[in-house]
């Protein structure tokens, strides 16, 4: 049951906090700046008003959400630093002298109570509105950009996730007492799940039972990221490693297992809008959708500025009249589109064509018009692994049984387009163009500082709800820089 009379407890100890929290600390920053009671509006729906016991406050674990984006750890450690650090304990709400939640009701948390797919839609339109209201948002430009999460499972087996984070425990443990050995379980030989499960819980037991080991910042941690492991992704470890996360390219080359988020940012540094899919979604789609999230939280958006992957004819159709559109034409976008409908879709990053069934062509070659006598123009032609064709389930209507090769060619032709080509060759496109580097930066604050670079759960909702707090905290960290140079 929720209750929602929830008040400030009084506390003889509470002058501790002004005597050991500046004013200037980042955490009471967050807590001036924000009225977190719109937290507690939003979740009002997700509990039952007159049933049950009281439940723990939808501010406070929303609060832990927001330290563990900041302070990248285990659920288990940031509740047991909770316990003695005074700034967590400000910031959650805590008088100095109370205990602290049990980790298992941030699991429960996001599962149960998290499952909105607007969170982060809000959140962020939460901290857009704090931002106008200060008047730190003065550019009407907005840059975008996707950057990559690597799912936690990196496309394994569960079972072998499980092994390789029950080997950094038993590693950790080692440094500290290598006789601890003796008393760990047999190891599970085999890939039955339900065995390495329970081979996890009883090498937990274990660890917790000596005393010793609870002093040594390495093995808790490592048991922490287990636990957590167990208890957040059990039903996602029985299914499959990470049934939400597909393989991605970052360039012809290169590939990951897992996530994009796509963002739009001011050009002072606020994301305004952002949306997580599966790695294998192409930029340029999700254009639409951030513009419309960035104005509807209240930005005024003349131009957006990215990339090549947005310069798909779509979008340049969309922007007309609407915004100026500062993305330059990618050597093959730029020559024309690909046939509506057929599902074939142009990844940006690796310069090749992806076919419906995710596979991506091997090479790439432009065919010219050897007729001077025929008006037609010069066309790229795609070849696909002819091998990966005849096995593929998608392949009846797209492949012919026996040919000994599968192409696609795209028309290097577009009248939109080369009104697009002209625009890039102004000053003016060059000079907007050069601000594009800053949500690089954006993105490498995101990855290096708030562990964005690895999934901390599996799943899209899971994904959302991660991005939906680092995102929430980025922003409220660049505010409160902003507003302290005004």
């Known amino acids: 049951m929720l209750n929602g009379n929830e008040q400030a407890m009084l506390s003889d100890f509470e002058g501790l906090y002004d005597r050991i929290i500046p004013s200037n600390h980042m955490l009471r920053q967050f807590n001036d700046l924000v009225d977190f009671s719109f937290v507690y509006k939003e979740l009002h729906d997700k509990y039952c008003l007159d049933n049950g016991r009281n439940a723990e406050s939808p501010v406070r674990l929303f609060k832990y959400l927001i330290l563990k984006a900041m302070y990248e750890m285990s659920d288990g450690d940031l509740v ?5 650090d005074m700034s967590f304990k400000y910031f959650l709400g805590y008088r100095p002298e109370d205990d602290v939640i049990s980790t298992s009701l941030l699991s429960k948390f996001r599962k149960l109570r998290l499952a909105d797919e607007d969170l982060m839609d809000k959140l962020l339109a939460k901290t857009v509105g704090i931002a106008l209201g200060l008047g730190i948002i003065k550019s009407k430009n907005i ?10 499972f990196h496309n394994r087996k569960a079972h072998e996730v499980l092994q390789e984070q029950a080997k950094k425990l038993r590693k950790a443990t080692y440094r500290v007492d290598e006789s601890i050995k003796g008393k760990f379980p047999a190891k599970v030989t085999n890939d039955n799940l339900d065995e390495h499960i329970a081979y996890c819980e009883e090498l937990l037991d274990v660890v917790a039972a ?7 910042e390495s ?3 490592a048991a922490g990221y287990l636990r957590e492991m167990l208890d957040d992704n059990l039903e996602h470890l029985r299914t499959s490693a990470d049934g939400g996360a597909k393989v991605g390219h970052k360039s012809a080359d290169t590939s990951f297992f897992g996530y994009k988020t796509h963002l739009a940012m001011t050009e002072e540094g606020i994301i305004t809008a952002a949306s997580v899919t599966s790695g294998e979604k192409m930029d340029g789609k999700e254009l639409t959708g951030l513009v419309e999230k960035s104005r509807a939280a209240g930005v005024e958006v003349d131009a957006v500025i990215g990339d090549g992957a947005y310069s798909e004819k779509e979008n340049i159709e969309y922007a007309k009249g609407n915004f100026e559109l500062v993305s330059r034409l990618s050597s093959t976008v730029t020559k024309g589109y690909h046939r509506e409908g057929d599902g074939f879709e142009y990844n940006k990053d690796a310069g090749m064509y992806v076919c419906p069934a995710g596979h991506m062509a091997a090479s790439k070659t432009k065919r010219h018009n ?8 010069p066309r ?3 070849y696909f692994d002819i091998e990966k064709c005849k096995r593929c389930p998608m392949r ?13 060619s795209v028309s290097i032709t577009s009248d939109i387009q080369k009104e697009h080509q002209k625009f890039q060759d102004t000053e003016r496109f060059k000079e907007m163009a050069s601000h594009r580097y800053k949500i690089e930066a954006k993105n490498g604050e995101l990855k290096n500082r708030h562990g964005y670079s690895t ?12 991005g939906a707090a680092v995102l929430f905290v980025a922003n409220l960290k660049r505010i409160v820089r902003l507003k302290g140079a005004i």
């Open 143 to 152: 840059i975008v950009d996707s950057l990559h999460t690597v799912s936690r």
């Open 210 to 216: 000596e005393d010793k080991m609870a002093i040594f």
């Open 396 to 408: 009846e209507g797209c492949y012919k049984e026996g040919s000994k090769s599968k192409t696609y």
């Open 80 to 84: 047991e630093r909770s316990k003695f």
């Open 380 to 382: 790229s032609v795609y």
């Open 455 to 466: 999934a901390y759960s599996t799943g899209l909702q899971a994904m959302r709800i991660q």
């Open 219 to 221: 093995v808790t941690t």
């Open 370 to 377: 050897k007729d001077p006598r025929r008006k037609e123009n």
